[in-house]
């Protein structure tokens, strides 16, 4: 540990763990206005449509004074997105996917309301179905979104060197193609909204499960047509997110927001597990072509990519998922000739968008798979040839940028994942004894790869049943957002003159825990303890836009904000006690333990809350706002070449499991996750996010899987959408190997999302190296491990049928 | 089909006229605005909802976690409902401090249902260790910290509590001296005992659109067609009396829960595993709720207890105002979901024999995810084996039929032989005759029927190596 930090890097519980454990944190739906009405929305039960007419003469009928709300209530935007204005807040000329709403019935019963809503008849024209992505480029195939010359919705190209000679002079070329699955966040708690007309012309105030409440603001103002400033978001406490409420979040604000000025009474929108899962984006699938141009010696001189991500019914985020996806698509290897194109393409599937990854699980999955096929090939072993080829300082990425600025310690972190799991010997042990009814697995080409096949006559002595593996993969992570978008944020520090203080910054708390490390970082540099910190609670009124909390950038976007807060604080400190104490311009002061000192004289002191009231009586202001905004990046769209981001973090996961040959089951004995996070801020806080994100991604090599059939998704709750439980993962592994970079607060860069990304891959090669099996499909089944294919069910039926 | 219900919901005495089919989780979120206890999915596999229900027994309380989203406010009648703001006071219970110091919240959202479990466990266990606390929060996900943090914190003070060696589940003082419960626990038993003494006796005869046990299955089902029928409740009180043995037959209330039943000191007694086995089935909260009776009535053709219970070739007593008759378990069900049961016939009794010294029982199970999920197949074999000839065969096997099915054939070509691999070979690949999988969600057709073959043969393994040589199997 750094002796030189009070608290940063130390295990800091968290502020809000108290109303947590006895259930008085109030999410969303805990929180009720006097007169609240429900809305429930009006879907028709088909994929692809034209809207020909709405008809509420029936549900009329029934219930005269019946509150209907549609897009004809909409004074401002019909339609939203990021980049493409392409998503409706009430559907009204087309059905594109099942989640669409054609209106909402607003009343006081939600059960009433949900059977007066098959009362409304809605006549359409069914299309043709598209749930093909390989398909919607195709000439003939639907369109989508008719205002759109075609069902592409972004394409990145990335060229770098010469691929084709790179090919022509390798010694061998490997080539192999992957996909991965539809997935859901999963978030426990469901998504709510709450939105409050507010007395005279003040505006609207909408409290909810919110995960980006500018972003929210910005949809509502516009839906309404409005001023930002007459939208207030107000974030509850966040029941998980990881991406996922974002612009299903920001639809049903939006819907909420139109109802309730139209009847002037607060409105509650309350999703049940199957409305969520069935209307909320989820992660993209992706089919992932590499091509890779070797030599014998190991180093990797050609790769060529192609990636196609289905995007589903809406635009979304998908242009900005798949742009992090054409960054990193090669992985952490200095490449000299890279040919990627990646696409992401309409159907007519549930839209996909943010989910913590954000682009990069898929690729790691297929880029890290590949390079253990390649190094067995050469009868390496995994980590000798990510040695060969993975990034040192003063490598160059995919995208041609010079890694330089930051500790490029990928090699360390892959070093240390060796030592602490004893990798090379444990792979090679387990390698050698991988037969199967007789056959050596590793010497059976993938064109004899039926001979694995187990046969109604095959059966395995028990004894030996249960096979070990272990695996590795490693990844590099371009920080924040790049070159997507403008990247800055704010931090609001009021040290009160008792010496306590407010904090608040314009990221938010979505359970991760960043008001915790946010505190942390001004109680460090005020040399106080965090309790003395007062988080306030996220009001888009109260604080400049920051951007979104996405991209693991809120340590390090909003804890740079939060330290330059602080920095203006203690400088302000430092010249008035310099002044009162009559001191030299360069002395210099010791913040620690609620105590100031001048540095080489600890018997000059005052209490920080002494300094405070002094100050305050000296008309000192003891608010300050910092601003933290990222260096410039760039990218060039046509050539895919430029510094995406301007800082990285590196990861290794090292998987250990075992599967039962007879029955396919896997079993996960250890993740060993070594991460670079830059500079840890809170280790509790971090060991959080490995556990959760290790577990996450876990559930993404093995068991998560959304499948639809005709674009209707069949796992709606969680009997059929299997996350881990706390018995499916034995152990994890924390382990951190900090590196020094100039950016954020004293470094701390990102965490979160490098922590899921790995998992998938590393299982995958665990698995690979227990069986001899490569798996090229995403979730790795059990059913697929025995029969080596995947049958997808017809029809579902709920509960144990 | 409103009711008058009288219980106690934390420190408070509660006489509520309901709908019997409300869930406990509206009632306590809506009528009494107790937010603390979460809703995530409505059907039993997230455990947000977590609440304790305390049944009196005897002069003592006992308490087991619950899912409060499958649990009618009928079932509440005469119980102690605790939910998070019953466990709190001015100090943070060992679990919640524990929760804080070692991380085991983030989002939070999650947090009061694990509370909820864990202290369901301290408060049922009477040896505390590790596994068992797992296995009680079994049903609980967690989506933010992987549960590793949840369970260092569960390590910790179960640790904590061995070393004070003083923790004693049936001692309530002990309790809450060490900050397991509040101190208003010590007077729920003298509460419930008021309550107690107005509560109706159940008639078996009367009819209802919805006979209901436990009700962890319709629930997912059809609880809006409940909120509308007329429901008659059919469960019991105690738990303890539900499995009695008479002369040679083991004998099951039909309104016995999974729980009842493992932890049956009759069933371990001759089933040392079943404890292991019953982990398999649901969660510990599914398994508090879930009858042996519902669980045959269902039909469905991957219940785990049904095909234990096929396997143990066990009789089902059905009766009805005018008769009662037995049935045989294994001709019970006629076709998907159908049963030979006349509509106004209640199964009241399940019995088999004792099993012998020479009896070898064995159950197997494969899910896509290995704990808290549906079998894709599952199987049970029970197995009398006389001087290596094997005298008697009852095995089972599950979601490779319409219904759960019992392998007669199977059992016919291992009558009378010699345990040997041919035998055993010949008698699986009979076994693999009389099975129609199909493919659905569970896997397909293919993957079924080799996981059958393989299951099968690990019941002859596992149930004598010392007859079934390794060897053969090769």
């Not at chain 1, 608290?7 to 800091?12: C, M, S, T």
């Not at chain 1, 107000?234 to 639809?251: C, H, P, R, W, Y």
Request: include cysteine; charged fraction near 25%; proline fraction near 4%.
């Amino acid at each position: 540990m750094d002796n030189s930090f009070n608290i940063v890097g130390k295990a800091v519980i968290r502020q809000d763990a108290l109303e947590k454990v006895t259930g008085r944190a109030k999410f969303a739906d805990d929180i009720n206005e006097p007169g609240q009405l429900y809305g429930v929305m009006v879907r028709v039960p088909t994929v692809h449509a034209t809207i020909d007419e709405i008809d509420y003469s029936e549900l009329l009928r029934v219930k005269p004074d019946s509150i209907i709300v549609d897009s004809t209530d909409i004074k401002g935007s019909k339609k939203i997105g990021a980049i493409r204005q392409d998503q409706p807040i009430f559907s009204f000329d087309k059905i594109v996917t099942p989640g669409d709403v054609i209106a909402m019935l607003v009343g006081e019963s939600e059960d009433e309301l949900k059977s007066l809503s098959k009362k409304v008849k809605i006549k359409f024209t069914e299309l043709p179905a598209l749930t093909d992505p390989t398909r919607s480029l195709e000439p003939n195939a639907p369109k989508i979104h008719p205002q759109y010359e075609s069902n592409l919705i972004v394409h990145y190209p990335l060229r770098k060197g010469d691929v084709e000679k790179g090919f022509k002079e390798s010694d061998f070329i490997h080539e192999e193609t992957y996909t991965t699955q539809l997935v859901e966040h999963a978030y426990i708690e469901p998504e709510t909204v709450l939105a409050i007309p507010l007395e005279g012309n003040k505006g609207i105030k909408i409290i909810g499960s919110i995960q980006n409440p500018f972003t929210a603001r910005k949809v509502v103002a516009s839906v309404l047509n409005w001023p930002l400033t007459k939208v207030r978001i107000v974030q509850a406490e966040l029941g998980g997110s990881f991406g996922g409420k974002d612009d299903t979040m920001n639809i049903l604000s939006a819907r909420a927001a139109v109802a309730a000025l139209k009847i002037g009474k607060p409105i509650k929108i309350h999703y049940s597990r199957e409305e969520s899962i069935l209307e909320s984006y989820k992660r993209h699938p992706y089919i992932l072509k590499y091509k890779v141009g070797c030599m014998k010696n190991g180093k990797i001189i050609a790769m060529k990519i192609d990636i196609l991500a289905d995007g589903g019914a809406y635009s979304s985020m998908s242009p900005f998922v798949t742009w992090r996806s054409v960054v990193q698509a090669t992985g952490p290897y200095d490449i000299e000739n890279v040919w990627t194109d990646v696409r992401a393409v309409y159907t007519n599937n549930p839209y996909t968008g943010a989910m913590r990854g954000f682009g990069s699980p898929q690729p790691i999955f297929a880029q890290e798979s590949i390079m253990d096929e390649i190094a067995i090939k050469l009868n390496l072993t995994p980590d000798e040839f990510r040695r060969i080829n993975g990034f040192k300082a003063g490598s160059f990425t995919a995208s041609g940028q010079k890694l330089e600025n930051h500790d490029v310690n990928l090699l360390d972190v892959l070093d240390t994942a060796i030592k602490e799991t004893n990798f090379t010997s444990k792979w090679k042990e387990y390698k050698s004894k991988t037969s199967f009814n007789g056959y050596q697995l590793d010497k059976i080409s993938d064109t004899n790869a039926e001979q694995l096949i187990l046969k109604k006559k095959d059966y395995i002595n028990p004894n030996k049943l249960l096979w070990k593996g272990i695996g590795l993969s490693i990844s590099y992570r371009g920080c924040s957002l790049g070159a997507e978008g403008i990247d800055a944020a704010e931090a609001y520090l009021s040290v009160q003159n008792d010496g306590s203080a407010y904090l608040l910054s314009g990221l938010a708390e979505n359970g991760q825990g960043m008001r915790t490390t946010h505190s942390i970082i001004a109680a460090e540099v005020l040399g106080i303890s965090p309790d003395k910190i007062y988080y306030l609670e996220t009001d888009t009124g109260l604080i400049p836009d920051s951007g979104p909390t996405v991209a693991s950038r809120s340590t390090l976007m909003g804890g740079g904000a939060v330290k330059a807060a602080s920095d203006i604080l203690r400088n302000r400190f430092e010249d008035f006690l310099r002044l009162e104490w009559k001191l030299k311009s360069q002395s210099e002061f010791i913040f620690k333990d609620g105590f100031v000192s001048v540095n080489g004289n600890p018997q000059q002191k005052i209490s920080f809350s002494d300094l405070c009231s002094l100050a305050y009586k000296n008309g000192i202001c003891l608010a300050a706002i910092g601003w933290y905004k990222s260096p410039e990046v760039n990218w060039d769209e046509h050539t895919g070449q430029g510094s995406a981001y301007f800082t990285y973090v590196y990861g290794c996961q090292v998987a250990e499991v075992t599967v039962n040959i007879g029955t396919g089951q896997v079993y996960i004995d250890k993740i060993t996750a070594v991460h670079n996070p830059g500079k840890v801020i809170n280790l509790l806080g971090a060991e959080g996010q490995v556990y959760g994100g290790v577990t996450q991604g876990a559930g993404y090599g093995l068991w998560e899987q959304v499948t639809t059939d005709g674009g209707k998704i069949r796992e709606l709750n969680f009997d059929q959408y299997l996350i881990p439980t706390a018995k499916d993962l034995k152990e994890i592994k924390p382990v951190f190997v900090e590196g020094k970079d100039v950016y954020g607060a004293w470094g701390g860069k990102s965490l979160g999302e490098p922590t899921l990304e790995l998992t998938s891959a590393a299982i995958a090669n665990a698995i690979r190296n227990a069986t001899g099996k490569r798996f090229y499909n995403l979730p790795i089944n059990l059913e697929e491990l025995l029969l080596r294919r995947k049958l997808f069910p017809k029809d579902l039926k709920r509960g144990s049928s | 089909m409103f009711k008058t219900i009288t219980f106690i919901c934390n420190q408070k005495k509660i006489e509520a006229t309901l709908h019997s089919a409300t869930t406990v989780l509206d009632y306590l979120r809506k009528h009494q605005h107790l937010t603390g206890t979460k809703e995530g999915c409505r059907e039993g596999d997230c455990g947000a909802c977590t609440v304790l229900v305390g049944t009196l027994s005897g002069k003592k309380v006992k308490y087991q976690n619950v899912n409060s989203c499958l649990l009618p406010i009928a079932q509440a009648e005469g119980k102690h409902i605790v939910t998070i703001e019953g466990l709190n006071s001015s100090d943070l219970s060992i679990i919640q401090q524990s929760f804080v110091d070692e991380g085991g919240t983030q989002c939070g959202f999650c947090t009061p249902g694990f509370i909820v479990s864990l202290t369901g466990y301290l408060l049922s266990s009477n040896n505390y260790n590790l596994d068992d606390a797992v296995d009680s929060i079994g049903g609980n996900v967690c989506r933010c910290t992987g549960h590793t943090t949840i369970k260092r914190a569960v390590d910790k003070i179960i640790n904590e509590l061995s070393v004070k060696n003083s923790a004693d589940s049936n001692n309530l003082s002990s309790l809450i001296n060490l900050g397991i419960i509040p101190k208003y626990f010590e007077e729920i038993p003298k509460q419930l005992t008021e309550i107690k003494k107005k509560i109706i006796s159940l008639e078996y005869e009367q009819r209802a659109d919805f006979l209901i046990a436990g009700g962890t299955d319709l629930f997912v089902q059809r609880e809006d067609d409940l909120l509308k029928s007329n429901i008659k409740f059919f469960f019991g009180e105690n738990g303890a009396d539900r499995i009695w043995i008479d002369g040679n037959q083991c004998c099951i209330d039909a309104r016995a829960t999974v729980s009842n039943f493992g932890d049956s000191e009759i069933i371990q007694k001759y089933f040392p595993e079943m404890t292991n086995f019953i982990r398999l089935f649901g969660s510990l909260p599914i398994r508090n709720r879930a009858t042996i009776g519902g669980n045959i009535i269902n039909a469905s053709p991957i219940g785990d207890m049904t095909i234990i219970l096929l396997a143990l070739n066990s009789t089902l007593h059905l009766q009805n105002n005018k008769a009662t008759r037995q049935v045989s378990l294994k001709d019970f069900f006629t076709g998907y979901k159908t049963l030979d049961k006349k509509e106004d016939e209640i199964l009241t009794k399940i019995t088999f024999d004792i099993p012998k010294q020479n009896n070898f029982f064995n159950f197997e199970k494969v899910a896509k995810r290995i704990h808290l999920d549906i079998a894709s197949v599952n199987t049970a074999m029970l197995l009398t084996v006389d001087d290596r000839i094997i005298t008697q065969a009852n095995i089972s096997a599950g979601g490779v039929s319409p219904i759960p099915l019992y392998l007669s054939e199977m059992r016919k070509s291992l009558l009378g032989k010699k345990v040997s691999e041919e035998n055993i070979s010949e008698a699986i690949e009979v076994a693999l005759s009389e099975i129609s999988p199909i493919t659905d969600v569970r896997g397909s057709e293919e993957y079924k029927t080799l996981l059958l073959r393989q299951l099968l043969l690990a019941h002859f393994y596992k149930l004598s190596p010392e007859i079934i040589q390794a060897e053969i199997l090769l």
